[in-house]
């Protein structure tokens, strides 16, 4: 449903290996740890800020704040297992979101420069604005999908998020959105299914 979740971008081994690496001072460790999250970060911000925001917020000002802020954290950060890193990293994105449309219609602001020394985190980001990373998030099949994604009831969306982006298990998506597991299954199911229907409905329209 979602490719640029694929395994190897999230598997939890790796990415506990690169972040031990990252503190022991391996700087291409470090920064392959947040080229491997890019487009999955792009996307989640694209969907969080709606439709109406995404027409007045530029997502990349936004990924490169939230890379900045992570970099800053990154000492404090405690992983705790599989999806823990991501979370952290969405954490960080809903903040700067949320600064971000306070300021939405001022002056464009200009994200500070400080990075230390050997991080090229600020590069990576660029790069993704006109690299093979940026083909993909800007591809149709993504387009429709976040369009259809606009289209889903609150719950779905949430339920979605929490399950594929944020790595949740049912059992926890269950605490966090207050419904039984079997409510949460239906949620889950009643949205691969609308997303399906409303990808397929669009093909359909376009051939």
């Not at 081994?13 to 740890?33: F, W």
């Not at 970099?71 to 890193?85: K, L, M, V």
Request: glycine share 6%.
């Amino acid at each position: 449903m979602f490719p640029f979740l694929a395994k190897e971008e999230s598997d939890p081994s790796v990415t506990l290996g690169l972040i031990q690496r990252a503190r022991e001072g391996d700087d291409d460790a470090y920064n392959e740890l947040f080229r491997r999250m890019e487009t999955r970060l792009t996307f989640y911000i694209q969907f969080r800020l709606g439709s109406k925001l995404r027409d007045q917020l530029d997502e990349y000002d936004i990924l490169q704040e939230a890379f900045l802020q992570a970099h800053r954290s990154f000492a404090a950060f405690d992983y705790q297992g599989s999806g823990t890193f991501c979370r952290w990293l969405y954490q960080i994105i809903d903040h700067r979101i949320r600064d971000a449309a306070k300021h939405a219609g001022r002056k464009k602001r200009q994200p500070p420069k400080e990075l230390a020394r050997g991080s090229n985190i600020f590069d990576i980001v660029q790069g993704s604005i006109t690299g093979p990373q940026s083909a993909c998030i800007r591809s149709e099949v993504h387009r429709q999908l976040l369009g259809a994604m606009d289209h889903l009831a609150e719950e779905e969306s949430e339920a979605i998020l929490l399950h594929y982006f944020q790595e949740q298990p049912v059992t926890d998506i269950v605490k966090i959105m207050g419904r039984s597991e079997a409510t949460i299954r239906r949620i889950l199911g009643r949205a691969r299914f609308h997303l399906g229907m409303a990808l397929r409905d669009k093909d359909e329209k376009e051939n």
